[in-house]
Nanobody, 114 residues
Framework: QVQLVESGGGLVQTGGSLRLSCAAS????????MGWYRQAPGKGREWVAG???????TYQDSVKGRFTISKDSAKNTVTLQMNDLKPEDTGVYYC????????WGQGTQVTVSS
């Protein structure tokens, strides 16, 4: 059974930091492209950052220089370090694993107060 479990969300003030983690089980982690997405209230889900199976990382323009995605293949985890948070970063953050098909986590809430 495939599981992606996110953690680390919370309430933080503008300029603060949070570190999200996604623990994957039931998949051959090294084969998967991993990504973080978010969904703000009343909006669609959007891609935030990705790390390919070959560890190539990409970011949405609005988070470049503030967010860092990284993987620990020994622990089957992908993290998103978020610094200098802004109110527009508020939303539910989801982890996604993709290799031939996609799997999603249940999401973790991030709220940035102004």
């Amino acid at each position: 059974q495939v599981q992606l479990v996110e953690s680390g969300g919370g309430l933080v003030q503008t300029g603060g930091s949070l570190r999200l983690s996604c623990a994957a089980s039931g998949i051959a982690f090294s084969l998967y492209d991993m990504g973080w997405y978010r969904q703000a209230p009343g909006k669609g889900r959007e891609w935030v950052a990705g790390s390919t199976s070959g560890d190539y990382t990409t970011y949405q323009d609005s988070v470049k220089g503030r967010f860092t995605i990284s993987k620990d293949s020994a622990k089957n985890t992908v993290t998103l370090q978020m610094n200098d948070l802004k109110p527009e970063d508020t939303g539910v953050y989801y982890c996604k694993a993709e290799y031939m098909r996609s799997y999603w986590g249940q999401g973790t809430q991030v709220t940035v107060s102004s």
